[in-house]
Each structure stands twice: as C-alpha cells, then as structure tokens.
T-cell receptor, first 115, second 115 residues
Framework: AQTVTQSQPEMSVQEAETVTLSCTYD???????LFWYKQPPSRQMILVIR??????QNATENRFSVNFQKAAKSFSLKISDSQLGDAAMYFC????????????FGKGTKLSVKP | GAGVSQSPRYKVAKRGQDVALRCDPI?????LFWYQQALGQGPEFLTY????????KSGLPSDRFFAERPEGSVSTLKIQRTQQEDSAVYLC?????????????FGPGTRLTVT
C-alpha cells in the first residue's frame, strides 16, 4: 500500500523569506502523480502544485516549487518570498497513474508566517 | 460556474441518529470522491463515483456508511446510527474524469460533531 509521510507537524517562516516543507512517500508503482494542497483555516483545500512522476524536471508555479527526488521518494515544497496569505495547512498527496483514483494524503504541516 | 458545494456546513447529531451529507459537484464533472478528515489529520478516502456508478467503496469504515449518486451529479453520504468516532470533516471532491485532467476540486466540507 502507498503511504505519504510529512515529518514536520509545524513550520514557521518570516515574511519574505523561504521555507521548505518535507514529504516522503512509499510506492512500488512507477506511474504516479504527486501534489501539494493548501488548506487555509476554515477554507477549501486548493491545489498548489503537481508533479508527474515520469517528468524529471521539477514543477514550478510562481513562488512555489518542488524538489522531486524519485529514487529517494522525496517530494519537498519550497515557498519563496513567503506572504502572510501562505499561512495554512499544507498536505502532500499521492495518486497512482493511469486512471482516476483517490488521493492519499500525509498528515499535513501547519505553516505560520510571521510579519 | 460555481465550485463544489456541500451542505450542511455544520451538523451536530446525537449518538445513534442518522445523518445525510450532500455534495454538489462542479457541473459536468464525471468523478466524485468523498474523504473523511479527522481533527489534525489529513483527509482519508471513503468512496469514489464515476457518473452514477460507485467504483470504489473500500474506504468506508463500516456498513453504517452509505453513499449514492443516483443521477450522476449530486451525491449524498449517509451515516446511520452515528457514533462519536464519526466526528470529522467530510470533504467532497470532483474531477472532470478525463485521464489527463487529474485535478480534484474540493468543497468546503461538512463538519460533523456527534455528541
């Protein structure tokens, strides 16, 4: 069975600085997708960034980028120029490839941004 | 048009009562997922529909949980004889169902408290 592990329950960053959230996963499959979702307090979960396992190039979305290390099964999220609005729970998620399937989530990392 | 909506947003039930939680997916979305998110945890998969067909219900924790999507749009998650351990946020997500479009859009969730 696939598992996703987020080892940092809480992280804190100063506004305008950079923070990296860690995620590791376990799978025996070769085709899969990885995601980072953001869940602000009392608000809907939204997709931040996604990575296809077959792509070697790390995904980037504006201030958000990932470091995807397939052999190490590591998928970290880097947030540059942190903003107050980045404060939220961040969930790493896995989905197997080939078809519509459910997401498998980690336990999340609570990110605080200090002004 | 609108995103995924869920109702009610909050539900308090006495132990032993039956509850019904509603999900309105994005119009035209073929795939619909239900997740359960316990306090301080990541969402966990409950069940998955493709149109009106329930293709995977492996995550339902007991036979007290039942989900349906009779016309392939609105879905209802029903919990019979609620127990305290059922207290959680129930998230619904929908997806267009196309294999290359794998983003799941989440609703705001229904927070169920069983007293």
């Amino acid at each position: 069975a696939q598992t996703v592990t987020q080892s940092q329950p809480e992280m804190s960053v100063q506004e305008a600085e950079t923070v990296t959230l860690s995620c590791t996963y376990d799978t025996s499959e070769s085709d899969y997708y990885l995601f980072w979702y953001k869940q602000p307090p009392s608000r809907q979960m939204i997709l931040v960034i996604r990575q296809e396992a077959y792509k070697q190039q790390n995904a980037t979305e504006n201030r958000f980028s990932v470091n995807f290390q397939k052999a190490a099964k590591s998928f970290s999220l880097k947030i540059s120029d942190s903003q107050l609005g980045d404060a939220a729970m961040y969930f790493c998620a896995y989905r197997r490839g080939g078809s519509q399937g459910n997401l498998i989530f980690g336990k999340g990392t609570k990110l605080s941004v200090k002004p | 048009g609108a995103g995924v909506s869920q109702s009610p947003r909050y539900k308090v039930a006495k132990r032993g009562q039956d509850v019904a939680l509603r999900c309105d997916p994005i119009s035209g979305h073929v795939s619909l997922f239900w997740y359960q998110q316990a306090l301080g945890q990541g969402p966990e998969f409950l069940t998955y529909f493709q149109n009106e067909a329930q293709l995977d219900k492996s995550g339902l924790p007991s036979d007290r949980f039942f989900a349906e999507r009779p016309e392939g749009s609105v879905s209802t998650l029903k919990i019979q004889r609620t127990q305290q351990e059922d207290s959680a946020v129930y998230l619904c997500a929908s997806s267009s169902g196309l294999t290359w479009s794998y983003e799941q859009y989440f609703g705001p969730g229904t927070r169920l408290t069983v007293t």
